[in-house]
């Protein structure tokens, strides 16, 4: 513990000046409907007064967000002391399903922010929930545990601890912003969306399902072939949630968007085996990489439930994009509502239009798998 206290010391330090926000936009050779869409965004961020803009400091200055964190791991205390970092968030509430954060957390009470981090074990999490506008479900246990098995495995683990900790919300918390990172997030962000549906709380705008991970490593791939900032990179992601279906989109990548044949089948094939290559990856830290994307998708939902404007993220949602798929990753737009709203597809390239073509299915299987076993579980109840 002793390594892992001076590991957040260091943490502090090098994210205390992190960006808030991750704006998304695509490449310029956009089809007439999506240039319309980008002239809408474009034309209204001009027309921001002053006094908009000092408002919208003002929000981001406001401690107002209140954040619950349920899960098991490290991941969860990476990410705790990164929100930590942000006066948008008012409180922070980890709920440790592993009982193993405790000492830890002792030493994260010494960073001075004005965040708090609270400390509640699963029995507690009534407590927790209490007045959450955000709570992120995140994986019962460190990611690296089981990054090594296939998203049906990895989803027999989780299901009945998903649809524990998605009934404990609803009781607590129902109106509160779902972000699901527990894997595989394709099928899990399904489950979550049908237990809400069936007990009549069910609003799709605010159930989120987090890609932020193999958006991180995208465009750290991209940043070492181009020998670019990593912060200056933005590769849009569709598809899926999970290694195998998440698509991305290297055609509407910016600033660079032109790639050989070459270089876009290294970064697929290396994508695709990014989970078992953050495996053996731990000089890195699988689960810093993770803990910070979540972090970021969490600042941005808290930016958008503030009320700040143009808050554009990429993530998995409940989705009519394409008829033929009922959960889809996309760009959106956040409000204070949650989803505000949807950008859909852009014109892409055929091998990307292929890739998500032989994505569909995968996807589909995921979500089929997530209401059959939320649908079985109900009939269970209702027999007993």
């Known amino acids: 513990m002793i390594a892992l206290s001076r590991l957040f010391l260091d943490l502090s330090r090098r994210y205390r000046h992190h960006p808030i926000f991750l704006h998304r936009k695509f490449s310029k050779n956009l089809p007439t409907d999506y240039r319309k869409v980008q002239r809408i965004k474009e034309k ?3 027309k921001l007064t002053r006094k908009e803009k000092d408002k919208n400091m003002q ?3 406001e401690a107002n967000i209140r954040v619950c964190i349920i899960g098991g ?5 990476y990410t705790a002391i990164l929100l930590k970092q942000y006066k948008i968030i008012k409180s922070i509430r980890l709920v440790d399903t592993r009982d193993s954060s405790l000492e830890a957390l002792t030493d994260l009470s010494q960073l001075e922010t004005s965040p708090r981090i609270d400390y509640f074990r699963e029995k507690d999490i009534k407590q927790a929930l209490r007045e959450a506008n955000i709570v992120a479900l ?9 990054s090594n098995t296939i998203a049906q495995e990895q989803f027999k683990l989780s299901a009945n601890y998903v649809r524990q900790m998605t009934d404990r919300i609803l009781c607590f918390c129902p ?28 609003n799709p705008d605010r159930i989120v399902g987090s890609i932020a991970t193999y958006s991180g490593r995208i465009e750290k791939m991209v940043a070492a072939i181009l020998d670019l900032e990593r912060a200056s990179l933005s590769v849009p992601l569709t598809g899926g949630a999970d290694a195998q279906t998440v698509v991305p989109l290297l055609s509407r990548a910016l600033p660079f968007n032109q790639f050989t044949n070459t270089q876009r089948k290294t970064l697929l094939q290396s994508l ?6 953050a495996k053996t990856a731990f000089d890195e830290g699988p689960s810093l990489s993770s803990g910070t994307a979540a972090a970021k998708l969490i600042i941005n939902l808290a ?14 949602v409940r989705s009519d994009v394409l008829p033929v798929c009922r959960f889809f990753t996309s760009e959106l737009e956040l409000g204070p509502e949650g989803i505000k709203r949807n950008f859909g597809l852009p014109k892409i390239s055929a091998a990307e239009l292929l890739m998500i073509e032989q994505a569909i299915p995968l996807i589909n299987e995921h979500v089929d798998m997530a209401v059959t076993a939320v649908q ?8 007993r």
């Open 44 to 46: 209204s961020a001009k």
């Open 59 to 61: 929000k981001d200055n």
């Open 73 to 77: 791991g490290v991941t969860p205390l």
């Open 138 to 146: 995140m994986d019962e246990t460190d990611v690296t545990a089981v």
């Open 175 to 202: 109106d509160a912003l779902v972000a699901v990172f527990a894997r595989p997030v394709t099928a899990t962000l399904a489950m979550v969306s049908e237990i809400f549906r069936c007990s009549g709380w069910w």
């Open 272 to 277: 695709r085996a990014s989970d078992e290559e």
């Open 303 to 316: 930016a958008g439930l503030s009320g700040c404007n143009h808050v554009i993220i990429c993530a998995y």
């Open 376 to 383: 079985m579980e109900r009939t269970r109840t209702r027999t």
